[in-house]
Protein backbone atom coordinates (compact mmCIF):
# COMPACT_ATOMS: atom_id res chain seq x y z
CA UNK A 1 0.00 0.00 0.00
CA UNK A 2 2.83 2.27 0.62
CA UNK A 3 3.95 1.77 -2.74
CA UNK A 4 0.47 3.13 -4.09
CA UNK A 5 0.26 5.95 -2.09
CA UNK A 6 3.93 7.36 -3.14
CA UNK A 7 2.80 6.36 -7.19
CA UNK A 8 -0.02 8.53 -6.53
CA UNK A 9 1.79 11.60 -4.57
CA UNK A 10 4.82 11.72 -6.57
CA UNK A 11 2.69 11.73 -10.29
CA UNK A 12 -0.09 13.04 -9.13
CA UNK A 13 -2.28 9.92 -10.13
CA UNK A 14 -5.36 8.03 -8.88
CA UNK A 15 -4.72 3.70 -8.83
CA UNK A 16 -8.17 3.26 -8.33
CA UNK A 17 -10.40 0.06 -8.55
CA UNK A 18 -9.17 -2.28 -11.52
CA UNK A 19 -5.70 -0.73 -11.43
CA UNK A 20 -4.84 -1.62 -8.07
CA UNK A 21 -4.49 -5.77 -9.11
CA UNK A 22 -1.26 -7.26 -8.08
CA UNK A 23 -0.49 -7.83 -11.85
CA UNK A 24 0.34 -4.14 -12.03
CA UNK A 25 2.87 -3.93 -9.47
CA UNK A 26 5.03 -6.96 -10.44
CA UNK A 27 8.13 -5.45 -11.95
CA UNK A 28 9.54 -1.58 -12.29
CA UNK A 29 8.43 -2.01 -16.20
CA UNK A 30 5.04 -2.57 -15.43
CA UNK A 31 4.81 -0.09 -12.68
CA UNK A 32 6.33 2.63 -14.99
CA UNK A 33 3.54 1.68 -17.68
CA UNK A 34 0.81 2.47 -15.22
CA UNK A 35 1.87 5.25 -14.48
CA UNK A 36 2.19 6.27 -17.64
CA UNK A 37 -1.18 5.39 -18.92
CA UNK A 38 -2.73 6.77 -15.23
CA UNK A 39 -1.05 10.00 -16.30
CA UNK A 40 -2.09 10.77 -19.80
CA UNK A 41 -5.66 9.45 -18.52
CA UNK A 42 -5.76 12.62 -16.58
CA UNK A 43 -4.56 14.98 -19.32
CA UNK A 44 -6.63 13.56 -21.21
CA UNK A 45 -9.29 14.19 -19.30
CA UNK A 46 -8.25 17.94 -18.29
CA UNK A 47 -8.68 18.78 -21.89
Do not use: C, W
Request: net charge negative; charged share 20%.
Amino acid sequence: MQLVVHLESTYDIAIIGPELKLDNFRTAQVMAALVLRLSQDGVAADA
